[in-house]
Structure formats: structure tokens, C-alpha cells
């Protein structure tokens, strides 16, 4: 049974820094590509990030560009998004998810695993 869970989301002040983490289980997710999205409430899930099979590729949105950083780790199945310099809109419910395709997506429909989320705050 395919698992995601992701930790290291709480409450932080504008301009600081948080690292989530997304650790899969189940199966091997060396040949998938995992993104980030995130929620926050009254509003659609949108992309975050993303990064392929190798980690030699990764996709921003405009918004976090810059700012975050996805990374993974095959050996341990882990994928992460660092996120520095945080502003109040960054508040939301991060969810990690795993694509069954080593190429990257924006598209929330195109990923076929996905974690229970992790909340994010961040204060003004």
C-alpha cells in the first residue's frame, strides 16, 4: 500500500524559513516524479513545485520562484521543499504527490499519489 506522509509544516513569521519533508512507502518512487501543491482555505489546490525522476529538473510556480526549492533523495524515497523568505500568502495546507511518470506536471490531475498535507502559517 502506497503511503506519503509529509512533516516539518507549523506556524512561522513573515520572512522566514521552513523545511517540509514527504516520506513514501510502498513501492520504489526512483523512477517517478513528485511535486508539492498546497491549499489554502476557500481556494483550489495549486502547484507548487515539482522534480523528476533524477532531480535534474524542476518546475516552480511563478510565485515561489526563487524562494523555494524542491529536492529529493531516491536512496530514502524522500522528496523535500525548502521555503525561505515566507509571506502570508504562502499559508496553506502543503500536500506532497507522486506522478507514475518520470517527467514533471503542473497539473494536480496528473499525479496519482498523494499525502494527507501539512499545515503551514505564516504570521505578519
Known amino acids: 500500500q502506497v503511503q506519503l506522509v509529509e512533516s516539518g509544516g507549523g506556524l512561522v513569521q513573515t520572512g522566514s524559513s521552513l523545511r517540509v519533508s514527504c516520506a513514501a512507502s510502498?513501492?520504489?518512487?526512483?523512477?517517478?516524479?513528485m511535486g508539492w501543491f498546497r491549499q489554502a482555505p476557500g481556494k483550489e489546490r495549486e502547484f507548487v513545485a515539482a522534480?523528476?525522476?533524477?532531480?535534474?529538473?524542476?518546475d516552480y510556480a511563478d510565485s515561489v520562484k526563487g524562494r523555494f526549492t524542491i529536492s529529493r533523495d531516491n536512496a530514502k524515497n524522500t522528496v523535500y521543499l525548502q521555503m525561505n523568505s515566507l509571506k502570508p500568502g504562502d499559508t496553506a495546507v502543503y500536500y506532497c504527490a507522486v506522478r507514475l511518470s518520470p517527467v514533471t506536471s503542473v497539473r494536480t490531475v496528473a499525479y496519482d499519489y498523494w499525502g494527507q498535507g501539512t499545515q503551514v502559517t505564516v504570521s505578519s
Open positions: 510502498g513501492r520504489t518512487f526512483s523512477s517517478c516524479a
Open positions: 522534480i523528476n525522476w533524477s532531480g535534474g529538473i524542476t
